[in-house]
């Protein structure tokens, strides 16, 4: 167990370096960073001297180091756009993704759960096609539209609905359903699949034979060993549901990390993009890292391999 | 026969599922043919600006048979934008899954064929590139690069590969110990025979189900890039851009983003029908 534990935090680690000089290069990509600051009208003097005043004209490693380095012990640099330390700014604005992120993924797995657990217990039924539509439909469903949708049937039409912005935890509803929608077909997928494949296992026969209830064999037999895939998903579903946050903060004015990342991309301040793309990787690291370790944890077979 | 059910249930199930995967191939056709006869269906030019007409309502909401569905906030018809805006998603979605096809097959193939340290950096490539968030980076390379379909195209595809890898890995494993894989190297094939003749095509059934996963995605994802205003340029009419420019207007006349979203959610609902008709195909032949 401690070797696996190691063997993964290696890993972890390795994919943590290489993450950080991804998210570093993608910001020299134009080539040029400091022109790309300067926009299309600055002349060659306005280059130069952002060029020089933000570090730009040092070797691309003396950059990198630099920065990493700062980055190791908190200073994430400072932002263009606010003249401000990048931290600063994602921590005032990290717990609101956060929160989206976790109450959409609650909705998510309140939803999807009980919805796969009855369309496996009726496999083949009219009801089991019926939940596998709703999932197709949901998986072709653009989030923002979704987004713009609900903000015209709930924030205009009914007014019952805050429609932009955090006044109230109202203001979460909406987002979180809508970030919800994105990872219910893949957990709802799973909890059928593992369900389906747990109902017709010899313990379960077993337990028929015994005599259970049939509720009794479906969520104390079954469902145990059909959840373990569907938690160490839902952990990597979060990673990606914060990565997903930038759309859905962008759509109802959300002032979290993605919005940040938004306008941001949108208006050259790279510093912040940089430390946006390093925060929700580390996050998505972080997360399958215990998905693993979880996993690992209830089944010792897995750390063999 | 499946044990406890009755044949005619069955056959019911099979038909239905049938239906479902020819529903799919047929939006997807459609599409497809709009796209690429989209000068010859357009009832109007799709860049042709009528200030007169602005956001003139559908025909049977108000508008005027002219505008069939009505016309964007510069009075360019927006049936006209629809169907040129197909050729823009067909083309992102089939170019981008060639592309990210062909990275994610090359890394999966050659890590679940030789095993060992190929595979292991193979795994460890598809790791990093899973950590790395998608929308935020894609977003990132436009901004900097600036907007174009090509550009578009080209980040999706060195993105989009992940799946492509994770599946032909696996399923190359699976044929890898194969007798016919021993009988080729026992005849003296050379490796790229085996791995392009004897190895590809086992696999090759199995990537088609990703590879309709992955053009849905690709699709949406470009509405999403465009939506937020760095995917496809504006005038290009894809059905992402239209919804970000529809977005101002659509308390007073929600028709505005209801048409593009609508034309999306159809066409990826389409390609996921086809895509799972596949699958269930394949888990049929398996048993």
Same mark, same amino acid.
């Given at each position: 167990?401690?070797?696996?534990?190691?063997?993964?935090?290696?890993?972890?680690?390795?994919?943590?370096?290489?993450?950080?000089?991804?998210?570093?290069?993608?910001?020299?990509?134009?080539?040029?960073?400091?022109?790309?600051?300067? /926009?299309?009208?600055?002349?060659?003097?306005?280059?130069?001297?952002?060029?020089?005043?933000?570090?730009?004209?040092?070797?691309?490693?003396?950059?990198?180091?630099?920065?990493?380095?700062?980055?190791?012990? /908190?200073?994430?640099?400072?932002?263009?756009?606010?003249?401000?330390?990048?931290?600063?700014?994602?921590?005032?604005?990290?717990?609101?993704?956060?929160?989206?992120?976790?109450?959409?993924?609650?909705?998510?797995?309140?939803?999807?759960?009980?919805?796969?657990?009855?369309?496996?217990?009726?496999?083949?039924?009219? #009801?089991?096609?019926?939940?596998?539509?709703?999932?197709?439909?949901?998986?072709?469903?653009?989030?923002?539209?979704?987004?713009?949708?609900?903000?015209?049937?709930?924030?205009?039409?009914?007014?019952?609905?805050?429609?932009?912005?955090?006044?109230?935890?109202? /203001?979460?509803?909406?987002?979180?359903?809508?970030?919800?929608?994105?990872?219910?077909?893949?957990?709802?997928?799973?909890?059928?699949?593992?369900?389906?494949?747990?109902?017709?296992?010899?313990? #379960?026969?077993?337990?028929?034979?015994?005599?259970?209830?049939?509720?009794? #064999?479906?969520?104390?037999?079954?469902?145990?060993?059909?959840?373990?895939?569907?938690?160490?998903?839902?952990?990597?579903?979060?990673?990606?549901?914060? /990565?997903?946050?930038?759309?859905?903060?962008?759509?109802?004015?959300?002032?979290?990390?993605?919005?940040?990342?938004?306008?941001?991309?949108?208006?050259?301040?790279?510093?912040?993009?940089?430390?946006?793309?390093?925060?929700?990787?580390?996050?998505?690291?972080?997360?399958?890292?215990?998905?693993?370790?979880?996993?690992?944890?209830?089944?010792?077979?897995?750390?063999?391999? | 026969?499946?044990?406890?059910? @009755?044949?005619? @249930?069955?056959?019911?199930?099979?038909?239905?599922?049938?239906?479902?995967?020819?529903?799919?191939?047929?939006?997807?056709?459609?599409?497809?043919?709009?796209?690429?006869?989209?000068?010859?269906?357009?009832?109007?030019?799709?860049?042709?600006?009528?200030?007169?007409?602005?956001?003139?309502?559908?025909?049977?909401?108000?508008?005027?048979?002219?505008?069939?569905?009505?016309?964007?906030?510069?009075?360019?018809?927006?049936?006209?934008?629809?169907?040129?805006?197909?050729?823009?998603?067909?083309?992102?979605?089939?170019?981008?899954?060639?592309?990210?096809?062909?990275?994610?097959?090359?890394?999966?193939?050659?890590?679940?064929?030789?095993?060992?340290?190929?595979?292991?950096?193979?795994?460890?490539?598809?790791?990093?590139?899973?950590?790395?968030?998608?929308?935020?980076?894609?977003?990132?390379?436009?901004?900097?690069?600036?907007?174009?379909?090509?550009?578009?195209?080209?980040?999706?595809?060195?993105?989009?590969?992940?799946?492509?890898?994770?599946?032909?890995?696996?399923?190359?494993?699976?044929?890898?110990?194969?007798?016919?894989?021993?009988?080729?190297?026992?005849?003296?094939?050379?490796?790229?025979?085996?791995?392009?003749?004897?190895?590809?095509?086992?696999?090759?059934?199995?990537?088609?189900?990703?590879?309709?996963?992955?053009?849905?995605?690709?699709?949406?994802? @470009?509405?999403?890039?465009?939506?937020?205003?760095?995917?496809?340029?504006?005038?290009?009419?894809?059905?992402?851009?239209?919804?970000? @420019?529809?977005?101002?207007?659509?308390?007073?006349?929600?028709?505005?983003?209801?048409?593009?979203?609508?034309?999306?959610?159809?066409?990826?609902?389409?390609?996921?029908?086809?895509?799972?008709?596949?699958?269930?195909?394949?888990?049929?032949?398996?048993?």
């Amino acid at each position: 167990m401690l070797i696996f534990v190691f063997r993964r935090a290696v890993l972890a680690l390795l994919v943590c370096v290489t993450v950080l000089v991804v998210s570093f290069a993608l910001t020299r990509l134009s080539g040029d960073l400091a022109a790309s600051i300067a /926009g299309p009208n600055a002349t060659a003097e306005d280059v130069a001297i952002i060029r020089k005043n933000y570090g730009l004209d040092r070797p691309l490693t003396r950059q990198f180091a630099d920065w990493a380095e700062a980055a190791a012990s /908190g200073d994430l640099g400072r932002s263009y756009l606010y003249h401000a330390p990048v931290a600063g700014l994602i921590r005032v604005r990290l717990p609101v993704t956060l929160t989206l992120g976790v109450s959409g993924l609650a909705i998510a797995l309140a939803a999807a759960i009980p919805l796969g657990i009855l369309a496996a217990m009726r496999e083949g039924s009219a #009801i089991d096609r019926g939940i596998m539509l709703v999932a197709l439909l949901g998986q072709a469903m653009p989030s923002f539209w979704l987004g713009l949708t609900l903000i015209i049937w709930f924030g205009l039409n009914l007014q019952w609905l805050p429609i932009s912005g955090i006044e109230s935890w109202r /203001g979460y509803i909406l987002p979180a359903i809508v970030l919800a929608f994105s990872a219910i077909p893949a957990l709802m997928r799973l909890t059928r699949a593992g369900m389906v494949d747990a109902l017709s296992a010899d313990y #379960i026969r077993t337990a028929r034979a015994k005599g259970l209830s049939r509720s009794k #064999i479906v969520l104390k037999h079954a469902l145990r060993n059909a959840a373990m895939p569907v938690v160490s998903i839902a952990a990597v579903q979060l990673g990606f549901m914060l /990565g997903g946050s930038i759309v859905i903060e962008t759509v109802f004015a959300l002032p979290g990390i993605g919005y940040l990342a938004w306008e941001s991309i949108s208006k050259n301040d790279f510093p912040v993009v940089q430390a946006v793309v390093m925060i929700l990787a580390l996050f998505y690291i972080g997360l399958t890292l215990l998905a693993d370790l979880m996993n690992a944890v209830l089944d010792p077979r897995l750390r063999a391999s | 026969m499946i044990p406890g059910f @009755e044949r005619h @249930e069955v056959a019911g199930v099979l038909k239905l599922r049938h239906l479902a995967t020819a529903f799919g191939g047929l939006i997807v056709g459609v599409v497809l043919l709009v796209g690429i006869f989209a000068p010859l269906l357009a009832p109007h030019d799709p860049f042709a600006q009528d200030l007169m007409h602005r956001v003139v309502p559908p025909a049977w909401m108000g508008g005027s048979p002219a505008n069939w569905l009505g016309t964007d906030q510069l009075g360019r018809d927006y049936l006209s934008r629809l169907i040129y805006g197909a050729r823009i998603s067909m083309l992102i979605g089939i170019l981008t899954v060639v592309t990210s096809g062909t990275i994610g097959i090359t890394l999966g193939v050659l890590g679940g064929f030789f095993g060992g340290r190929m595979d292991d950096v193979v795994m460890f490539v598809i790791t990093c590139r899973l950590s790395i968030p998608l929308i935020l980076v894609a977003l990132t390379v436009v901004a900097l690069l600036g907007s174009s379909l090509t550009l578009v195209i080209l980040t999706l595809g060195l993105l989009l590969w992940d799946r492509f890898a994770v599946v032909a890995r696996t399923t190359t494993m699976q044929v890898r110990n194969l007798d016919y894989i021993a009988a080729a190297r026992a005849s003296g094939a050379s490796l790229a025979h085996i791995l392009l003749r004897e190895v590809l095509p086992n696999i090759l059934s199995h990537l088609l189900v990703v590879a309709t996963l992955e053009m849905a995605l690709a699709i949406l994802l @470009e509405a999403t890039l465009s939506f937020l205003g760095l995917g496809v340029p504006s005038p290009l009419p894809s059905w992402g851009l239209m919804i970000a @420019e529809g977005k101002d207007y659509m308390f007073f006349s929600p028709w505005v983003i209801m048409v593009p979203g609508a034309a999306l959610f159809v066409l990826v609902l389409g390609i996921n029908l086809l895509g799972d008709g596949l699958r269930d195909l394949l888990q049929a032949e398996r048993v």
